[in-house]
């Protein structure tokens, strides 16, 4: 099974702290690594986070990574109306020597 | 590294998608990199294509979607990488973006897109 699975859509108020989830196959998740990009309209993604929890250059520290069970988390603290994006998360599928996408949280800043 | 994208914004259906990748700042033969390309559609989603990288010699990998179908191919002397897609669809509209994969950093630096439409 090659499927990441993303809320459409989340929401959160200035200031709060939100939480966008990636589940993979119950057992497809565990031992994967998951990157973090972030999109804004018209723009290509940026690179937010690799290896499940760890930044990318000059990333704030308000954006973090984890990974438990059968999914892996992105965090953003301390929500500005900039974070108002798209957010992807995707991993390298060995079985089919190819990476996969979720398919895409929009994030509204309430 | 920088990338810089072009090509037609415009295919016929049926004919073959050609993009072109300027890569500035490293060499497409590193043996710390990978490159390939990435899709967008108009909906939204990300579609990855393909890659090739060089560790002795080349490498590729293809999205089994479109693998009879692509050609990726690195052109070291101009330091820039190329997209064919043959036998295109309605289905291959979308925004085109090439991409650079460090050792251990997926995806870190990206073209700035190309929107292709394919016609009828």
């Known amino acids: 099974q090659s499927v990441l699975t993303q809320p459409s859509s989340v929401s959160a108020a200035p200031g709060q702290k939100v939480t966008i989830s990636c589940s993979g196959d119950s057992s497809y998740i565990g031992n994967i690594y998951i990157s973090w990009f972030q999109q804004f309209p018209g723009t290509a993604p940026k690179l937010l986070i690799y290896?499940?929890?760890k930044r990318f250059s000059d990333i704030s520290d308000r954006f973090s990574g984890s990974k438990s069970g059968t999914s892996a988390t992105l965090a953003i603290t301390g929500l500005q109306t900039g974070d108002e994006a798209h957010y992807f998360c995707v991993k390298w599928e060995s079985s089919l020597s190819g990476w996969v996408f979720g398919g895409g949280t929009k994030l509204t800043v309430l | 590294v920088q990338l810089q994208q072009s090509g037609p914004g415009l295919v016929k259906a049926a004919q073959t998608l050609s993009l072109t990748c300027v890569i500035s700042g490293e060499s497409v033969m590193s043996e710390r990199a990978a490159w390939g390309w990435i899709r967008q559609s108009p909906s939204g989603g990300l579609e990855w294509l393909g890659r090739?990288?060089?560790?002795?010699?080349?490498?590729?990998d293809y999205a089994l979607s479109v693998k009879t179908r692509i050609i990726i191919t690195p052109e070291t002397s101009k330091s820039q990488l190329s997209l064919q897609l043959k036998s295109v669809t309605s289905e291959d509209t979308a925004v085109y973006y090439c991409?650079?994969?460090?050792?251990?950093?997926?995806?870190?630096?990206w073209g700035p897109g190309t929107l292709v439409t394919v016609s009828s």
């Open positions: 090739t990288y060089y560790r002795s010699k080349w490498y590729y």
């Open positions: 290896d499940n929890d």
């Open positions: 991409y650079r994969e460090g050792d251990l950093t997926p995806f870190d630096h």
